[in-house]
């Protein structure tokens, strides 16, 4: 009798152990979900950010561009197609870039140009991470000068893929940027040399995961 109690003790014993291992298992695949979720996005995103220019320029001091291909029928063709509204994910995660280099966007961003809509109606493209993957995202610091555009502010890579930018080029005088006269956005760059720049500001980012640089120095 002994025995037998022994014997089942020892069986209850074992079954609860399994079990605790199993929780502990599922707990770590849970608490890894996120990474892996910044780790892989299914589709490419579409480059989205703001570009900043000073109003005696007599241009628009505040330009948030998204990059769909120019064939798309918001692009009309053009390199920094005007963003007529933010979409699912991509007010906070402005928000989020503009708070890690020093600027305050909610207010802007909730009312410019209209309301942020829930929707994401871009299904060829991945949206911006939301807030809890934000969370495990790189964050590094450079020299201003150290940037590969003038008045490159800030830029966030998924997987080395630029997502998100915030240029910034008040106080840089038309010498410093290379240019002539004023342009809207600041810049008087291509579509194609834009991205060619982010690259290069990428070339240190990991392989896969979000991480973000931040020339403010």
């Not at 120019?70 to 920094?80: I, Q, R, T, V, Y």
Request: aromatic letters at 8%; charged letters at 15%; a positive charge.
């Amino acid at each position: 009798m002994a025995q037998r109690t022994a014997r089942t003790a020892d069986a209850d014993l074992s079954r609860r152990l399994f079990r605790a291992r199993l929780g502990a298992i599922g707990l770590a695949i849970a608490s890894a979900a996120p990474l892996c979720a910044q780790g892989a996005a299914a589709n490419p995103y579409v480059p989205l950010g703001i570009f900043l220019a000073q109003i005696e320029e007599g241009g628009r001091i505040f330009t948030p561009a998204r990059l769909l291909p120019k064939d798309h029928p918001e692009a009309l063709g053009h390199d920094f197609p005007t963003v007529l509204q933010l979409h699912g994910t991509e007010f906070q995660a402005l928000v989020w870039l503009g708070r890690q280099s020093g600027l305050l966007l909610y207010a802007t961003l909730q009312r410019y140009p209209t309301e942020p809509a829930a929707d994401w109606p871009y299904a060829a493209f991945e949206p911006p991470p939301d807030t809890v993957q934000l969370r495990h995202a790189m964050v590094v610091h450079h020299p201003r000068t150290a940037a590969p555009l003038p008045g490159l502010r800030a830029v966030l890579f998924g997987n080395r893929a630029p997502i998100l930018f915030i240029v910034d080029t008040r106080g840089l005088t038309l010498a410093a940027r290379g240019m002539r006269g004023a342009t809207t956005m600041g810049l008087d760059v291509s579509r194609a040399d834009f991205l060619a720049a982010l690259g290069r500001a990428a070339a240190a980012a990991p392989a896969a995961g979000l991480w973000a640089v931040i020339y403010d120095g």
